[in-house]
């Protein structure tokens, strides 16, 4: 069983740039879709992107394209998100999550591991 441990969250301005990573524990790592996913207090859990397993093939949410860039490091077992032109409204929890498949999918039902989440607040 696969285990995600996120990092890299923190205070930014709006305006500002920040990178939130992604170790993952297994060693197959290249076997999981990987995807980023972000919760506020109250809301659903929305996805924001997701990466194939060769990374060759990502997908956004329409909010952040041209802002965010999701990138893995199969050889280090990472994914990270790199998040420029930060906006109040991407204040949120990050989620890391991994499934099983080869295809990226936006369907946070179809994910199977999940980490703990890091903090991102972009002050206006």
């Known amino acids: 069983q696969i285990q995600l441990v996120e990092s890299g969250g923190g205070l930014v301005q709006a305006g500002g740039s920040l990178r939130v990573s992604c170790a993952a524990s297994?060693?197959?790592?290249?076997?999981?879709?990987m995807g980023w996913f972000r919760q506020t207090p109250g809301k659903e859990r929305e996805f924001v992107a997701a990466?194939?397993?060769?990374?060759?093939?990502?997908l956004y949410v329409d909010s952040v394209k041209g802002r965010f860039t999701i990138s893995r490091d199969n050889a280090k077992n990472t994914v990270h998100l790199q998040m420029n032109s930060l906006k109040f409204e991407d204040s949120a929890v990050y989620y890391c999550?991994?499934?099983?498949?080869?295809?990226?999918?936006?369907?946070?039902?179809?994910?199977?591991?999940w980490g703990q989440g890091t903090q991102v607040t972009v002050s206006s």
């Open positions: 297994e060693g197959t790592f290249s076997m999981y879709t």
């Open positions: 999550a991994a499934r099983m498949g080869p295809w990226t999918s936006s369907n946070l039902q179809e994910y199977d591991y």
């Open positions: 990466i194939s397993r060769s990374g060759g093939s990502d």
